[in-house]
C-alpha cells in the first residue's frame, strides 16, 4: 500500500505539473503575424461566405 500511495502521489505531481504547463502555453501571446494570418484566413471566410 504504500508503494500505491507514492505512485498515487507521483502521479498527481506529473499531472499538475501538465496542467501547469498547458496553462502558461494557453496564456502566452501569440505572436503579431499569426495574428493577422488568422485575421486574414477571417477575412477570406467572410467573402468566401463560410457558413
Known sequence: MN???KE???D???KENLRR?????ASEELPAE?????AQL???DDHNGAK
Open 42 to 44: 477571417r477575412d477570406q
Open 8 to 10: 498515487s502521489r507521483a
Open 12 to 14: 498527481n505531481l506529473i
Open 21 to 25: 504547463a498547458f496553462e502558461d502555453k
Open 34 to 38: 499569426l495574428v493577422a494570418l488568422l
Open 3 to 5: 508503494k500505491d500511495k
